[in-house]
Structure formats: C-alpha cells, structure tokens
C-alpha cells in the first residue's frame, strides 16, 4: 500500500469514528455514506457541492431519506433542491485539518471501496458501509473480536446482527481487510 492509499484509508477511518462520535445510532447506512462524502469534501466554512452524477452513483440521485436523517441530526442544512449540483452547508464542522486536495482524494476512495460491495441492481447501503469500515481498519482481522464488532456496530449503525451478517457477506464475497 503506497503511502498515499495509507492517507486516504486514515482519513476515511477517522472521518467514520468522527461521525460516530455526532451522529445519532438511528441514522442510517445511506445518510452515514453520504456524511462521510460531505465531510471529506467539505471547504473550510463546511460548505460544499455534491454533483448530479456523484449522487446518482451513490443511489441518492433522488431519495431524500438520507438528507432527512442528516438535517434531523442538525448535521448539515442543504441550501438547494436536489434538481441540479446540491449545495449544503455541514453543521457540525470544525474546519479542515489535512488538505482538501488528501480529503477529495480520501472521499473518491470511499466512494470506489463503497461501490465495489454493491452490485449495480442489488445495492446493499450496510453492505458498502461495512466494506468501507473493514477496509479503513489497518487490521486484517477487524470486528473478529465481540468488543470490535460492538465498537464496529455502534459506529457503523448498525445492530450486531446486522453488523455480522454483513462481515460475513462481504468475506464471502472476497474482503479480507488491509
């Protein structure tokens, strides 16, 4: 793993333990993957635009759900419709701490490991979630212990049942961790 992956894997690791940190455990699987792309992508005021095509690729091109849960938790605000590039402003933002040339490259990352666990007609949102989680830890063996599958669950959104279901697809579906 070149040096710059390590970046980019640390930086989605602790942009998820952040958003565990503000957001609450009923907001889901979808919102959680659309907060880490505004958190990463976000300028120094906690602005940002979110294109069309970014949004269709992530299969929230029209579901406002993810948007409701994320404004519930006065997280962020959108500042316009969802008709063209969305623009929203985060609530919860205390300013950029690596470069935001890193944290885009970070966010393109998650969105490509996310993708890479949801088939285009069978898009799981917790199944991409947790392939995001498990490729973002530096251990080969994470959520194998119950205390980091409870910490993985907690933080992911999910319920431990979830939570080793989706460890146990995704490993069948060839994720071995970093």
């Known amino acids: 793993m070149s040096g710059l992956e390590l970046l980019e894997q640390t930086l989605v690791r602790d942009t998820l333990a952040s958003l565990h940190a503000c957001l609450p455990e009923d907001v889901g699987a979808p919102a959680r993957l659309l907060a880490v792309q505004c958190a990463l992508r976000a300028d120094a005021d906690g602005q940002l635009a979110l294109p069309v095509g970014l949004l269709r690729g992530m299969r929230l091109g029209s ?22 590039p969305v623009w929203v402003q985060l609530l919860s933002h205390h300013g950029p701490h ?16 996310a993708r890479q666990y949801g088939a285009d007609n069978d898009y799981d949102s917790n199944a991409a979630l947790m392939a995001l989680a498990l490729s973002a830890c530096r251990s080969p063996h994470a959520a194998q212990s119950p205390a980091e599958r409870e910490v993985l669950s907690r933080a992911r959104g999910l319920t431990p049942v979830e939570l080793t279901r989706a460890v146990d697809r995704l490993r069948a579906g060839g994720l071995s961790g970093q």
């Open 98 to 113: 690596p470069a935001r040339r890193q944290r885009v490259r970070a966010a393109d990352w998650a969105l490509r490991t």
């Open 63 to 84: 579901t406002p759900t993810p948007w409701d849960e994320l404004e519930d938790a006065h997280w962020l605000m959108r500042l316009t419709a969802p008709a063209g």
